[in-house]
């Protein structure tokens, strides 16, 4: 079979498995970000409790995707979730943490203290700097951490075909099940086109969301 006519065979399933595949990423990635973020926050007005977060996100990173999953089946089993999206999901989720609550630490940590307490001095608020001045200092580096769970989410996803998450993976598991290449490698770079198509988008988010300032210090020459 040529790839025209695999790709005819199956582009309705190679599109399902695509939004299967998108839609968990973006259902962890919003989860994470919700939670990455806030836990960052904190974890640069308490050292010792953003030492504690960093730590175990560490960990977790330490642990394989596929180790994780099976880890999970049978405690998500007592509540019959043992497999599909939804351990997917929580897996997704705990291995996003890391990049996002350090990128947001490390932002907020590396705002100049000079600009604080210029805005401090103008009779600002700490709630109005951290809104009108932390925040939108540390939110390229926020999103930069974003970016970096959002590609490696999509790798992660793939391997979730394994306890029926279905997404690209699920090509390339049936691919290996079946020994058809055609099946793997079309699941294959599936999951790298997207991957690509993910990175390049935030990377352009993040830009976008560079002070003007910023961008230029950045891109001056030394």
Known sequence: ??????????????????????????????????????????????????????????????????????????????????????????ALVLYALLPIVRNTMVSLLGIPHATVDAARGLGMTEGEIFRHVMLPLALPGIVSGIRIAATMSVGVAAVAAFIGAGGMGHFILRGIQTTWPMMTIAGAVGNALLALIVELLLEWVERALTPRGVRIAAERPA
């Open 1 to 90: 079979m040529s790839v025209l006519q695999f790709l005819q065979e199956y582009d309705t399933s190679l599109l399902i498995a695509l939004a299967e595949h998108v839609r968990m990423i973006a259902i962890a990635l919003a989860i994470a970000t919700l939670a990455g973020v806030p836990l960052g926050v904190w974890g640069t007005r308490n050292s010792r409790a953003g030492g504690i977060v960093l730590a175990f996100a560490n960990v977790i990173q330490t642990i394989p995707s596929i180790a994780l999953f099976g880890l999970m089946i049978p405690v998500l089993a007592l509540v019959n979730r043992g497999i599909g999206t939804f351990p997917a999901i929580i």
